[in-house]
């Protein structure tokens, strides 16, 4: 049977690759929000994203549009002058962050298409 680090053990074991300190606490803290969303779902991981090839759409290009979405929601409280409202900002680049290795699985999934297209 497999043992399962604590999640500072898992900091630890990142930390020994280098970079900054904090970047290993942040990825830890990110693969438990995707594993709590993903827990959302009644359905395989990245269901949702790969749905959308039924309307002719490719799951990555899904993953951009809604890092995009993402993107233009912290644009735009960034820019808004209000008052920052710190924690919304660290959900929205949590988010990003999230979405943006998705889109990297999701689009290394789809090589063969992409090699085609590009016809190399």
């Given at each position: 049977?497999?043992?399962?680090?604590?999640?500072?053990?898992?900091?630890?074991?990142?930390?020994?690759?280098?970079?900054?300190?904090?970047f290993a606490e942040i990825v830890v803290e990110l693969v438990k929000i995707h594993g709590q969303k993903s827990?959302?779902?009644?359905?395989?991981?990245?269901?949702?994203?790969?749905?959308?090839?039924?309307?002719?759409?490719?799951?990555?290009?899904?993953?951009?549009?809604?890092?995009?979405?993402?993107?233009?929601r912290l644009s735009n409280l960034l820019a808004s002058g209000k008052r920052m409202q710190f924690r919304k900002?660290?959900?929205?680049?949590?988010?990003?962050?999230?979405?943006?290795?998705?889109?990297?699985?999701?689009?290394?999934?789809?090589?063969?298409?992409?090699?085609?297209?590009?016809?190399?």
């Open positions: 049977m497999e043992e399962e680090l604590t999640e500072k053990e898992a900091v630890e074991f990142l930390r020994k690759f280098g970079g900054h300190p904090r827990s959302d779902y009644d359905e395989t991981p990245l269901s949702s994203l790969r749905g959308t090839q039924k309307w002719g759409i490719r799951p990555w290009e899904s993953a951009l549009v809604l890092m995009n979405t993402k993107w233009q900002v660290i959900e929205l680049s949590n988010d990003l962050a999230i979405y943006t290795i998705l889109f990297r699985i999701l689009y290394e999934e789809d090589e063969e298409w992409i090699t085609a297209k590009r016809g190399t």
